[in-house]
């Protein structure tokens, strides 16, 4: 996936605004008498005779050996080039500009950009380190639509997200990046991440401020040209609470194609004052994100991710562990472990893509008991109480079909499914009983249109099964882009 700025656009712009000024300046700095004009003060001269050479088109011809028979003219004439300040002239103006040219690609990240991904980061999220030096912007943005067929009255759509990537390069080796995300039209603004990179080595390198959390696939590259449905899977949303970052410190790298992470983060809150989005049993922790803003520290966790690439196979996995309760209240101890393992094969046309995640609450009678409910009381009911133990998975299997007709065309059409299963309540402490609604099967399958790499059309169907409780049905509709 390749977009260009190309060089010639660049220069037509650069010279229609520089060529003028440096004119200007080298005929103010042309001799004022005594000389032969220049240029800058006989523009029309060349004008005036622009027959002149037409008129005696074979005049060198006819004296082939003129430089012969005078091998030592310009030794006799050693000022003719003073004589001739245009042709000075013009040799400055074109280093000049070459020079300019040169100074502000550098300075504004002008350049040939590759979309590719850094270290799993989104092509977009990932332009600066690509970027010779300077200022790198990218973005993207999606909208959608949800039809469902039960509840007509619900039907919804939304600008689910516009977001500008800013990045900077200070040399080759420091790097700044940040995502800032408006989400509902610009009803939510938040910073995704927003670090410093200390590009050491290949192997070693340095992440130091909000960083994303590196587990499962969508976490990193959540960019929408780069998943199947028009929502994120409900696994990599409920159990993995993407977009999910800290503030943290930590190293990373990759040896031998063994991408690796690790992190030491500030550990989740999970007795926060979420507003009116609580921490509950249907979304297990997901509330308990701190985003980096004025977050307690009290307590840490850390993660450490593993990824190796190996043709068009890839696979990976990641352990988290760390406490939620921040101290918050003593004697309550909430240890959080989460493990997850991803692969994906791509080839030919076709992708697949599976993962698995088991998570664990520890203290989880304590932290339920101290839990703000429903009513606005402390304390959850006994069939809405956080699970103890989380665990779910998926698998994933798409096609491009317009690979048969065209291959390595820009465009692809992929019909995909996706089966889903997860239980938020595998296990509960006791006195809690498990809740059948958090415990589901969902089951997408849909169409990705991509006209080219970095805009996307999708539909897709969702039916929705939980263990008790109404199955629900609804058909989606978005469209997305990445810059």
Known sequence: MTIKITETMLLTALLATAAP?????LAQQAPA???EATPATKPDETAKKPDETAKKPDETAKKPDETAKKPDETAKKPDETAKKPEEAASKEEVRTLAEELRRLKLEIGLRDVEYQSFGGMGPAA?????????????????VT?????HDVASDQTDLLRAVLYAGYRFNERIVFNSEIEFEHAGREVSVEFAYLDFLFTDALR????????????VNQMHEPPFFNGVFRPDVEQYLIPTTWSENGVGVHGEIAGLRYKAFLLNGLDVFRDAGDEPVEAASWLRESRTGGAESRAATAAGVLSLEYAAGPATVGGAVYYGRADQRRIPGVKAEVGMAELHGQLAWRGATARVLGVVGTLGD????????????????????????????GGYAELAYDVLSLF?????????PFARVERYDLNARVPAGYVRN??????????????????????????QRKDPRTGDTTDQVNVGAGFVF
């Open 21 to 25: 000024a440096l004119a200007r300046d």
């Open 406 to 414: 065209a291959p390595g065309g820009e465009s692809s059409l992929s």
């Open 126 to 142: 990932s332009k600066v380190y690509f970027a010779p030096k300077g200022l790198s912007i990218g973005g993207y943005g999606e």
């Open 436 to 461: 059948g609604a958090v415990d589901r099967t969902v089951v997408t399958a849909g169409l990705t249109y991509k006209p080219i790499p970095t805009v996307v059309v999708k539909t897709d169907w």
């Open 33 to 35: 008498s005594g000389d």
């Open 364 to 391: 989880a009678a304590a932290v339920n008991a101290n839990l703000v409910n429903g009513a606005g009381g402390i304390g959850l009911a006994p069939d809405e109480g956080l699970g103890s133990r989380v665990q």
């Open 206 to 217: 340095l992440r130091v401020g909000n960083v994303l959390v590196p587990i499962g696939f």
């Open 145 to 149: 639509y949800r039809n469902f067929t």
